[in-house]
């Protein structure tokens, strides 16, 4: 490597690194707290969410009549708005039309309790999202950030480049302290710059999704309106309306591969019943639409035959959040997240120890 050559690099990378170091430090910080976004109600409120699995599952339309009949008795006139289904050990979410939220254990139709307003944990995770993404300082901010997330691609190249010259691999931890924090800005660099920049990349796809559209070669998809149940004539004597476990059969014949994790509920005398499924396919959701009256299918929205470009979508923030894999893909977005921050406190230290 010409000396010249290096001594530029060294200075790009060490002075864009300094100027940005703050905002990169915020948002591997984050960003390490929202990879568990969804869990932290779940850790700090077990006796809401888990449940110990006991025989089968009771009928949805049970578990319905359950929460009715609770609401019935306590004079309410509000309605179940949605349901989400959760794992075999976590309880059943019933969304009133009113924002309260009822959990109730799927085995054997207990309320385990109500919440009126939204957890500690929802407002805390809203607040560090709009760090993440805005600073809390609006369009201002959210524009520092997408800047800030662009050096990555200043920084990962140039940091790499640097590290060939010596190839530091790993720590050598009975030398000096400034030894130290040089060896880990530059292992930390090493193991974690292919996920870092991944994370880049994904998050300002997020920001800029133009690029996604070329890509796939596909225009963004725009759903259509929501389809209408048929309001049914006179009943006859005979007349039967489907019950919740008769619609998730219908919808379970039309999608059989994609797990239903919430039903959402006829809000007017002509909305449909819609059941949200995971998948198919790694990311993403389909939606099956069926009439309220007779339980027939109105439409079906296959993820997996959508537009190119809305499935390029979905696995873009699939990858960011780490959410295609489960648990692991949550543990490498947060690990991923706090390389980043440790990279930037190393990378201070090491200029500060040459500027004293």
């Not at 409120?45 to 359950?66: C, M």
């Not at 709009?130 to 950030?145: D, F, P, T």
């Not at 790993?170 to 924090?181: C, D, M, N, Q, V």
């Not at 039309?254 to 019943?273: C, D, G, K, M």
Request: charged share 20%; glycine share 8%; aromatic share 10%.
């Amino acid at each position: 490597m010409r000396p010249s050559l290096r001594r530029f690099l060294l200075g790009l990378h060490r002075y864009v690194g300094l100027a940005f170091a703050a905002f990169l430090a915020v948002s591997g910080l984050t960003g390490s707290i929202l990879a568990f976004a969804d869990d932290y109600d779940h850790w700090m409120h077990p006796g809401l969410w888990r449940v110990t699995p006991v025989g089968v599952r009771l009928p949805e339309q049970t578990l319905a009549d359950r929460v009715i009949e609770r609401l019935t008795n306590e004079g309410s006139q509000t309605h179940i708005d949605q349901i989400r289904l959760n794992g075999d050990h976590s309880s059943q979410v019933f969304v009133l039309t009113d924002g309260r939220m009822m959990f109730v254990n799927p085995y054997n139709g207990t309320i385990l309790g109500t919440r009126d307003h939204p957890s500690r944990e929802a407002a805390f995770v809203a607040w560090v999202y709009q760090l993440h993404v805005r600073l809390l300082a609006g369009n201002v901010g959210e524009w520092i950030v997408d800047i800030a997330t662009a050096t990555v691609f200043l920084l990962v190249p140039t940091g790499v480049y640097l590290w060939w010259n010596k190839k530091r691999l790993s720590l050598k931890l009975r030398a000096s302290w400034r030894r130290i924090t040089w060896d880990l800005h530059n292992v930390a660099g090493l193991y974690g710059f292919v996920l870092i920049f991944l994370l880049a990349v994904t998050g300002l796809l997020i920001a800029y999704e133009t690029p996604l559209y070329w890509i796939a070669r596909s225009e963004p998809w725009r759903p259509e309106r929501a389809p209408q149940s048929v309001l049914p004539g006179t009943p006859g004597p005979d007349a039967h309306l489907p019950n919740l476990d008769e619609l998730l059969i219908a919808a379970n014949r039309v999608l059989p591969e994609a797990e239903t994790y919430q039903i959402q509920l006829p809000i007017r005398n002509r909305s449909p019943l819609r059941i949200m499924k995971r998948g198919p396919g790694m990311a993403g959701s389909s939606t099956v639409y069926l009439d309220r009256y007779d339980g027939h299918i109105l439409r079906v929205e296959d993820v997996s035959k959508l537009p190119r470009a809305y499935r390029a979508h979905l696995m873009n923030q699939a990858i960011h959040t780490g959410s295609f894999l489960g648990l692991p893909g949550k543990i490498v977005l947060s690990v991923s997240s706090i390389l980043l921050v440790v990279l930037v406190v190393t990378g201070c230290v090491v200029w500060w120890q040459r500027q004293a």
